[in-house]
């Protein structure tokens, strides 16, 4: 079964950059778009990159998404960290007709 | 705006069943495929089954298969969840999702609905 691989937890301190990988398991992750998705506590996700490295309008230009097809992952950059930043991020694709997400990452900015 | 509105969520024994219902409004209901969702508490998410606009294909995660039966009524603009043979593992927050069937972006969330299998 392919599965995307993140790192459970990332911190970083304010006004700082920071990476979040996802890296499949198998085949190329640049065969089918990568999303990715903030969640706050308490509340539902939303999207903060679509189609590998496209923001929604609302979504600050600090968040930034690409595919690095030799390591096989795709990656969520976010810049100028902001407390309001942290969160749970998840990528997510699509793999032989089924939707599949990562494990989830837990941004702390501190 | 886009609204998805979820409910029948609760509390139900081990080998039980529920029904979940998505009404959904803000756009054109029957020109997007639907997902369910779920997240397990503390866990992370977990895609459970979708549907095309006029539920011509369905599919579902293994997880879940031949027990859940996902439908819709694009007449009423709502989304189901038929879950049978209910396991304590089912207990998580199911949400309902709007996805484009062009890039499978989940871009609409309900607030979600919890479904606590326990005895």
């Known amino acids: 079964n392919f599965m995307l691989t993140q790192p459970h937890s990332v911190s970083e301190s304010p006004g700082k950059t920071v990476t979040i990988s996802c890296t499949g398991s198998s085949g190329s992750i640049a065969s089918n778009y990568v999303q990715w998705y903030q969640q706050r506590p308490g509340s539902a996700p939303t999207t903060v990159i679509y189609e590998d490295n496209q923001r929604p309008s609302g979504v600050p230009d600090r968040f930034s998404g690409s595919i690095d097809s030799s390591s096989n992952s795709a990656s969520l950059t976010i810049s100028g960290l902001k407390t309001e930043d942290e969160a749970d991020y998840y990528c997510q694709s699509y793999h032989n007709s089924n939707p599949v997400f990562g494990g989830g990452t837990k941004l702390t900015v501190l | 705006q886009v609204q998805l509105v979820e409910s029948g969520g609760g509390l139900v024994k081990p080998g039980g069943s529920l029904r979940l219902s998505c009404v959904a409004s803000g756009f054109t209901f029957s020109d997007y495929y639907m997902t369910w969702i779920r997240q397990a508490p503390g866990k992370g998410l977990e895609w459970v089954s979708y549907i095309s606009s006029l539920s011509s294909s369905t599919n579902y995660a293994d997880s879940v298969k031949g027990r859940f039966t996902i439908s819709r009524d694009n007449a009423k603009n709502s989304l189901y969840l038929q879950m049978n043979s209910l396991r304590v593992e089912d207990t998580a927050v199911y949400y309902c999702?709007?996805?484009?069937?062009?890039?499978?972006?989940?871009?609409?969330w309900g607030q979600g609905t919890l479904v606590t299998v326990s005895s």
């Open positions: 999702v709007r996805v484009s069937k062009y890039n499978w972006n989940f871009g609409y």
